[in-house]
């Protein structure tokens, strides 16, 4: 985008794109992590990011998330090889949350319902007035 950017239109807007982008990242990687415990994503499917000291929703602090990104960093020099010890470790755990000692985590409280057979009819109403309509087992 920034190379079109500073080809058709001014090398200025090009600049002023890449500080934004970078800024973003910034605080989506760095900042959100170190005070909140999430990013957007994991916000979005109920996941927290936590340490050794603390618990879902708590910030993992700079230090720690510093350490996280940097592990991120690893991740991206080595082709994404870091993100493959998610498939072979126990805990599921990256190159990134090795580094840092962390780990993601759903949060509790807040797990998706999950659609089950026998209620359907509870779960997910319709209201066209034309479904059938099923009774919870006792």
């Not at 920034?2 to 934004?20: D, H, T, Y």
């Not at 499917?45 to 000291?53: D, F, N, P, Q, R």
């Not at 493959?84 to 949350?97: P, T």
Request: hydrophobic letters at 45%.
């Amino acid at each position: 985008i920034q190379v079109g950017l500073a080809i058709f239109v001014s090398p200025k807007l090009a600049g002023l794109v890449s500080l934004v982008l970078i800024a973003y990242g910034l605080v989506v990687a760095l900042v959100l992590p170190a005070l909140k415990g999430t990013t957007p994503g994991k916000r979005l499917m109920k996941l927290a990011i936590v340490s050794e000291t603390t618990g879902p929703g708590e910030g993992l602090g700079w230090k720690t998330a510093a350490l996280r990104l940097v592990g991120h960093l690893a991740c991206s020099v080595t082709f994404g090889l870091g993100y493959l010890l998610v498939a072979f470790s126990a805990r599921k755990q990256g190159l990134h949350d090795l580094t840092a000692k962390t780990n993601v985590v759903r949060q509790r409280g807040e797990q998706r319902r999950r659609w089950q057979p026998g209620r359907a009819a509870a779960s997910f109403p319709c209201d066209d007035g034309g479904g059938v309509s099923r009774q919870d087992p006792p």
